[in-house]
């Protein structure tokens, strides 16, 4: 064997450890990202739940109760999702400004 096919067949070598380490270490970091995805939607996932169990139950005698309910109940996840978004900004505003 010549020396340039060991160094071919090394550098081949090293390729393709370095893309199974990257492959895995993106693994983890996804593993990672999903938890936290889970951890923070665990709350609108259930309320998502709730929702669809109530959309399930509508008939035509309580249609109008049931929508209003629905509506409610969408109206508060997006009040949610907006006061964080407010909190949000105003924390980075502060910190910004050196206020705590």
Do not use: C, P
Request: hydrophobic share 45%; proline share 0%.
């Amino acid at each position: 064997m010549s020396k340039t096919s060991v160094r071919w067949s090394l550098v081949l070598g090293l390729v393709i450890v370095a893309f199974g380490v990257g492959i895995y270490l993106q693994d983890l970091k996804h593993q990672e990202s999903t938890k936290a995805a889970w951890k923070a939607n665990r709350f609108n996932v259930a309320r998502f739940h709730k929702i669809m169990r109530y959309a399930g139950d509508m008939n035509a005698q309580n249609w109008a109760s049931m929508r209003d309910s629905i509506g409610s109940q969408l109206d508060s996840l997006m009040i949610l999702r907006f006061r964080k978004e407010v909190d949000s900004i105003n924390k980075t505003k502060n910190e910004s400004l050196g206020l705590k």
